[in-house]
């Protein structure tokens, strides 16, 4: 196990580190001070609770888009789509400072232990290089980071905290390119494209919307009733998650990836886990 911190201030490190921080972010952070005496500090806790989880998620999924860039580059991708692929690692790392100084703000820690293990990428054995890259775009990309997407909206249009919202803006600035990267890479892949491969996409979609519903729909989330200090910090209501999970998949995923000539709606509708070994694509935060 290892532990994730707050960079020291004031130091050369520190200093570049915020020059690329800054230079990367799509919306400028605001100043706005969290007060904890507005809540009931049950609520706080559960808050702090579930930022330390999202903290973890978002710097752990820094070293899937690193592997995302390794498997574009042996995929002869170009080098604009390799240095944006790089970009939203880095853009997981700033996400878990945001999440990190969230983390302390509700009165926790500015260091978290993480998991002693590194996330990788699913490897796919059994096809070239270049659709190896494409299914791991499309599950990490076009499905995962737009269901993200859709959370993160809907977070917004409930929460109230002002620093609280403020750090959930700066998370949905990166993760709307996170999620529109997808479908721009597999548009400079539409002469590779062929017949025989989209129809080995389309089979591979079978299987990961079936994972995606699984890490994503909810649907086996215990249901409770949220207070309001609960839900004007944030905290996810569990109701609603089948309500954005399930028409993000049929009113964005499914008609994005049916323009690029795969068949998205029949996968969806015939979709199961991958039998015998249920290999369930990574997903980043």
Known sequence: MHKLSLPAPHTPLEKEYRRIAESAARCIPSDEPFDATRYDPAAVAAARDMWVVRTISEYRSASLFSDLA??????????????????????????????????????????????????????????????????NVIFGCCMSEVVNCARLVDHLDTMKDPFLRDCVRQLLADEVLHGKFGFLYLETQ??????????????????????????????????????DHERDLGLPDPARLPETFYPTVEGAIIPGLERLGLDARAAWKTRRLARPVDRTPSTPA
């Open 70 to 135: 390794t498997q574009l580059m042996m995929a002869n991708a170009g080098v604009d789509a390799i240095a944006i692929t790089m970009g939203m690692a880095q853009d997981e790392i700033r996400h878990a400072e945001v999440g990190l100084r969230a983390v302390a703000e509700l009165g926790g820690s500015r260091e978290l232990d993480m998991p002693a293990d590194v996330q990788r990428l699913e490897s796919f054995a059994d096809v070239c290089a270049t659709e190896q890259a494409l299914r």
């Open 190 to 227: 539409r002469e590779w494209l062929d017949d025989e491969r989209r129809a080995s996409l389309s089979r591979f979609l079978r299987h990961a919307f079936a994972s995606l519903e699984r890490q994503f729909s909810g649907s086996a989330a215990p249901k409770r009733t949220l207070s």
